[in-house]
C-alpha cells in the first residue's frame, strides 16, 4: 500500500440501493421464479408485484459498496462513496444512513433538472427512475436470493466521479453489480485512470456469478491492465475462470499478474489469499447461529480492505475480514449491528 498520506483509507464506487429484507420459503422463490442464494435484475414493476406479495419486511440502505464502506467506517476507518440515488424518500433515507455511518457521501442525487440533461446529452440513458431497491429474501437455511431493481442507480456516470476523492483515498473499490450500463462502465474505467496516476491502489469485486457470465472477457481485461486487488467468491472464481475445478482456478487467477492480491471467500471455508507466491488461508469465525448471509461478502471486504489499508498483513487483514462477516450473519440486514472496532 502507498504510504501518502490520505483522508480516506477507501472510497466505494456501486449501486445505491435501499434493501427490503423478508423471511422466505424454498416454495415462495420456485413460485415466482426466483434463483436461489443469487441476484437476478427486475424491472419497476415486478419488483412492485414482488414488495406488494412478500409480506412483512425491513427496509435498510443497502447495496453492496455501500455496505463495505459502512463496515469499514464501523472499524474506525474513513471511508466514502460514490453512488446514484434519485432526490426521492428512498433516497434520502439513503443519504442519512450513509452519512449516519460517518461516510462521505456528495454524489448529485438525480433531480428533475438532471433528468433534462441527461434526454439531452444522451438520449439512450434512462432518467427520472426513482432510487433503486433490492428484494432479499432469506430462506430457513438462512441463504438469501436477491431481486434488483436498479432504478436511479444505473444513471451514475463518468460526470459523477470526484477526482479529488480518489486521488484522496488509499483504495478505490468498484462493485461489479454496477459494471453494467455503458456509462458506468466509462466512469470505472476514468476512475482506473485516475487511481493509477495518483499511485493509489483499485480493487473489485466481481460481486455474483449473473456479472461474471456477463462481462466475463471485459472483467479479465480490467483485471489484467488496472486491477491491483480482487475479491470473489468461490463460484465467481470458478465462472471467471471457467472451470469446476478450485485449484485450477487459483491457478489461473494467480497468473493476472505477479503483484495483484487475489482474494476467494468461501463461506464457512474461510477465505484464501494469494499475492505473488504467497498463499494464506483464513478461517471463518464460527457463529452460534447463522441468520442471513446478506452482506458477509461485504463485510468480509470491509474487514480486508480495512486491515490492508493500515498496514496489516494478508493475514491480519484476512482476520479483520472474517470477524466482520461473522457478525453480519448473525443478525437481519447487511450492516453490522455493533461497532465493529469494539471486536478487535
Do not use: W
Request: a negative charge; glycine letters at 8%; one cysteine or more.
Amino acid at each position: 500500500m502507498t504510504a501518502t498520506p490520505s483522508t480516506y483509507d477507501v472510497c466505494a464506487i456501486g449501486n445505491a440501493l435501499v434493501d427490503i429484507i423478508a423471511e422466505s420459503t424454498d416454495d415462495f422463490l420456485k413460485e415466482h421464479n426466483i434463483a436461489k442464494g443469487s441476484m437476478t435484475l427486475s424491472d419497476a414493476e415486478r419488483s412492485a408485484t414482488l414488495y406488494d406479495t412478500i409480506g412483512p419486511a425491513v427496509e435498510v440502505s443497502g447495496g453492496s459498496a455501500a455496505n463495505t464502506v459502512a463496515g469499514i467506517a464501523s472499524f474506525g476507518g474513513t471511508a466514502a462513496f460514490m453512488g446514484k440515488v434519485k432526490a426521492d424518500q428512498f433516497g434520502a433515507i439513503f443519504r442519512h444512513d450513509l452519512h449516519a455511518h460517518g461516510v462521505h457521501f456528495a454524489t448529485p442525487p438525480v433531480t428533475e433538472e438532471r433528468r433534462q440533461v441527461i434526454r439531452d446529452t444522451t438520449p439512450d440513458r434512462r432518467a427520472g427512475a426513482p432510487t433503486g431497491r433490492c428484494l432479499i429474501l432469506v430462506t430457513p437455511d438462512a441463504q438469501r436470493s436477491m431481486v434488483t431493481y436498479l432504478g436511479a442507480a444505473v444513471e451514475f456516470g463518468p460526470e459523477d466521479i470526484q477526482d479529488d476523492i480518489l486521488r484522496d483515498s488509499r483504495v478505490t473499490y468498484l462493485e461489479g453489480y454496477l459494471f453494467d450500463p455503458p456509462e458506468a462502465k466509462k466512469a470505472f474505467h476514468l476512475a482506473a485512470r485516475i487511481v493509477r496516476e495518483a499511485g493509489r491502489t483499485l480493487a473489485l469485486t466481481l460481486s455474483d456469478t449473473f456479472c461474471v457470465d456477463r462481462h466475463r472477457a471485459e472483467f479479465l481485461e480490467l483485471i489484467h491492465g488496472k486491477v491491483d486487488l480482487l475479491f470473489a467468491n468461490q463460484s465467481e472464481l470458478l465462472s471467471l475462470c471457467q472451470t469446476n475445478d478450485l485449484q485450477t482456478a487459483l491457478a489461473q487467477a494467480r497468473g493476472l499478474g505477479d503483484n495483484k492480491i487475489i482474494v476467494t471467500t468461501r463461506s464457512e471455508k474461510g477465505a484464501i489469499i494469494m499475492r505473488g507466491q504467497e498463499t494464506v488461508e483464513v478461517p471463518a469465525i464460527a457463529v452460534d447461529k447463522v441468520v442471513d448471509t446478506t452482506g458477509a461478502g461485504d463485510l468480509f471486504a470491509a474487514g480486508f480492505l480495512f486491515g490492508l489499508s493500515r498496514g496489516q498483513s494478508l493475514a491480519e487483514s484476512g482476520h479483520l475480514g472474517a470477524t466482520a462477516a461473522a457478525e453480519v450473519i448473525s443478525h437481519y440486514g447487511p450492516r453490522p449491528q455493533q461497532k465493529l472496532k469494539d471486536l478487535i
